[in-house]
């Protein structure tokens, strides 16, 4: 795909639907008694994994455009064999509620994720007393009957999919689980069973869940404010964006934080509450951007956007040090090394550390070629990189795009 380089960019974006909110809606609607209508769904080929999965352990979902309805079947099929895909949500939160369901599971998945880390999920699953076997780390996870019984757990790593694994397994668990986190992630799961029934409770990093059953409820799913991304950077580079509808869940907005350090202009137009999520228009202006400082504390409320963040740097007026992001190494890609190797393929500064980056900011960068390795979110940084530059590029396999954001390009137009 030839990305051409842009003089300016503006204009109004309805970017697709949340994944972490779709994934979750599909998966939970699928284990509850009922029948739920999901609007706005993402239906890139990760949810569609989520999908394809529930339809095999028993559920029936239909989908129409972004439009699924999902009758659920709380008694999961035993024996299943069930394909990830590219799908890190869709294997690790599975991987918990199957755990709670007392069922026998395979979980498979493609060459990329089955080079990430599952130690993390089922060793704390193990301490409820699941049956979890990984393959020396690795999927196929495999799932056995066993009952389980809550206790408290502490997180290893900060991942809202770990957390998310843990308290669906309690569902199904005797007594209480808390499961503690240090740096709070995501919360779209706790919310999400608070609406469907569960006795779930919140305290600071702490979450206490009970056995529950879950009652199937509709959900209208807010725009990704990790897809948003690509399109509030775009404004801040050439022009003025404004992104409809987006999720602005507080656990998952670090870049507006990254936006007050940089000097990025915008602002939240029509802030409301939609199935108990917040959400409002973005609005983003051309601005002259400072360099930046991210952390670890900062990593789990913008860790998806860390590439996109990374461009903006590329043009920011100094040095740009990003630290305490190992956790990129194990995403679809090692998303230090792609990020690097994309941002120097298009001109820009960069030195990869092992826990980040430093960037050094040019007011102009020349575009060139770039290789996302089967990244979708490498792809559409590469992209926004390419908007900016001053030949363009070419993006290689930019098709996979698709896993999170299937009308990219043609948005982009
Ligand atoms: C997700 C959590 C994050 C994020 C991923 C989606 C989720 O992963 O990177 O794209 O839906 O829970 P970790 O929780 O493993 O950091």
Redesign the pocket.
Known sequence: MKILPRSEFFGEFAVPGD??IT??AVMLNAAAEGEALITGALTGEDCLSTVSCMRALGAKIERDGDRIRVVGAPAFADGQTLYCGNS??TM??LAGLLAGRNVRAVLTGDPSLSKRPMERVAAPLRLLGAEVRTQSGFAPIEIGPAALKGCAIQTE????????AVILAALGAEGETAVSEKLK??D??ERMLGAMGAQIELDGNTVRVRKSRLHAADVAVPADI?SAAYFMALGALLGETLVRNVGINPTRTGIFTVFDRMGVSYALEGERTVCGEPVADVRVKKSALRPLRLKREDM?SL??EIPVIAVLCAFADGESVISGAE?LRV?ESDRIATTAGMLAAVGASVTAKEDGFVIRGKKKIAGGDVDPRLDHRIAMSAAVALCASERGGEIKDAACADISFPNFYSLLG
């Open positions: 994944k972490s994934h979750r890190g949500t690790r939160l790593v900060a991942s809202a999919q770990v957390k998310s992630t995501r779209h799961t990790s789990p860790i998806d956790e995403k």
